[in-house]
């Protein structure tokens, strides 16, 4: 396994979803880790990332209702969306950062209104 996201799915809006993101042990170990996202028509973008001491960044777009974490144990990624808003629909892509050419296996999330 390189990088394989899973964990997306339908939910309401104002729900919640915890994304998870197996890594390769060669890519998790001493790296930053990122989720991306890719919605319908629009161009990937970084949402969180976490370096490998724990320390986390987010885009503005998700501050506050996103946490992105990490078991450096298990070589998993997480991502805790709370409130989550329709224009959070996207595809949800794991990587380290910065990314690796081969994406892995993105995961649909989709938000109703």
């Known amino acids: 396994v390189q990088l394989q996201a899973s964990g997306g799915g339908l939910v309401q809006a104002g729900g919640s979803l915890r994304l998870s993101c197996a890594a390769s042990?060669?890519?998790?170990?001493?790296?930053?880790m990122t989720w991306y996202r890719q919605a319908p028509g629009k161009q990937r973008v970084l949402v969180a990332a976490?370096?490998?001491?724990?320390?986390?960044n987010y885009a503005d777009s998700v501050r506050g209702r996103f946490t992105i974490s990490r078991d450096n144990a298990r070589n998993t990624l997480y991502l805790q969306m709370n409130s989550l808003k329709p224009e959070d629909t996207a595809v949800y892509y794991c990587?380290?950062?910065?990314?690796?050419?081969?994406w892995g296996q993105g995961t649909q999330v989709t938000v109703s209104s």
């Open positions: 990587n380290s950062g910065p990314p690796l050419p081969s």
């Open positions: 042990r060669n890519i998790f170990s001493f790296n930053t």
């Open positions: 976490i370096t490998s001491d724990g320390r986390t």
